[in-house]
């Protein structure tokens, strides 16, 4: 095999752009558990935004807003509302990373730069992909501070407890109708990816709407892209509706790996994190579906959590409703036992279970 001409040590973090970043922190901290770990903002010199960073495990959110109604922070939420603008990747080279991405074809967002302040230097770069979603690249290996150069440590003044969230298993983007197969191509091309998984409309087909997606992997594994496209059906696809609302292609769900499912997921329900439900029907048939499992069905009937079988084991999961008000981005959690699928499984439970939300709004 050739050499990994973008080799990726893993997400480095998601910058969210949002509408009240104090508010949003609490949120995530509060409902998820996250623990706050750096902040930069007007008392750090940053005049015209302020950004506070949350870790839980490897997991590592980064909430931006903007103090000024004219910068690009603030036009951004504007249009699309609270969503993901940064994909960050966490690298050894973020110069060879951008070089390598931007001669197969990558539109330059930033060229490599190097920020420092007293615990060292950071590199970073950027490149477009979907919508106004970008990819960084990250180079912190002489760097020692909280998060990077111009954010200070910072803590709560509440104690709040982890869920047990470990990683980033995968983040799935929306695009346009007819897009796919180019976005597709791009990770594959641009930044070396490969075609790990193909659903179609056959896979993912309810009565009323459909969509397609594709699956695509670095060289490690360690970064999982599925992309969906909506594909034609009797009403509007749940990824239709995405669009409309975020104006455009952008990160749909962001899914979360735990080592205890039935603990993350009971946990955030006592903090008020709302999810889909699948009637109880669903649960009828499990065992005959996906074989003997650890858990009882009752505890997961409980929960509302899924299962589903491929041939290497078994995962568990679980998805969120919208964590804001416009229906965009929303999160799964998964523990995976052995499983390295997607749960195609749950594809048509789920879908069903969206489409009940969708209607709700008055959009299906
Ligand atoms: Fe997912």
Redesign the pocket.
């Known amino acids: 095999m050739d050499q990994d001409f973008l080799p990726l040590k893993g997400t480095d973090h998601l910058e969210f752009y949002v509408g009240n970043a104090k508010q949003a922190a609490h949120y995530y901290q509060h409902a998820f558990g996250f623990e706050l770990i750096a902040y930069a903002g007007p008392e750090t010199g940053a005049k015209t935004e302020a950004s506070y960073v949350l870790q839980q495990g490897k997991v590592r959110f980064v909430l931006t807003t903007s103090l000024v109604p004219d910068s690009a922070i603030s036009q951004h939420v504007q249009h699309h509302g609270d969503g993901v603008k940064v994909l960050a990747l966490w690298v050894d080279d973020a110069s060879s990373s951008y070089h390598q991405t931007v001669s197969k074809g990558a539109i330059s967002v930033m060229e490599p730069k190097v920020i420092e302040d007293k615990f060292g230097q950071v590199v970073i770069s950027a490149i477009q992909t979907y919508g106004e979603t970008i990819h960084k690249f990250v180079e912190r290996k002489a760097y020692h501070g909280p998060f990077l150069p111009g954010f200070e440590a910072k803590s709560s003044s509440f104690s709040t407890e982890p869920v047990g969230l470990k990683h980033i298993?995968?983040c799935?983007g929306n695009v346009n109708l007819g897009d796919m197969n180019k976005w597709v191509k791009f990770y594959e091309e641009v930044m070396g990816f490969s075609l790990l998984v193909t659903f179609d409309d056959q896979d993912i087909s309810t009565e009323y709407s459909a969509l397609m997606s594709k699956v695509v992997a670095n060289g490690n594994g360690y970064i999982k892209f599925?992309i969906n496209e909506p594909a034609e059906g009797r009403k509007k696809s749940q990824i239709e509706e995405y669009i409309e609302y975020y104006q455009g292609a952008g990160v749909q769900?962001v899914?979360l790996a735990t080592d205890d499912i039935l603990l993350t997921v009971s946990q955030l329900r006592q903090r008020g994190v709302e999810f889909l439900m699948v009637p109880d029907v669903y649960y009828d048939d499990l065992i005959a579906r996906v074989g003997t499992i650890d858990e009882t069905i009752d505890s997961l009937k409980k929960l509302n959590i899924l299962v589903d079988r491929d041939e290497e084991g078994y995962l568990l999961?679980i998805?969120t409703k919208p964590v804001q008000d416009r229906p965009t981005v929303f999160y799964?959690i998964?523990q995976r036992k052995g499983a390295k699928s997607?749960?195609k499984g749950n594809f048509k439970a789920l879908f069903e279970a969206i489409e009940r939300e969708q209607a709700l709004r008055g959009n299906l």
């Open positions: 298993d995968h799935v599925p769900h899914a999961q998805f799964e998964i997607f749960g």
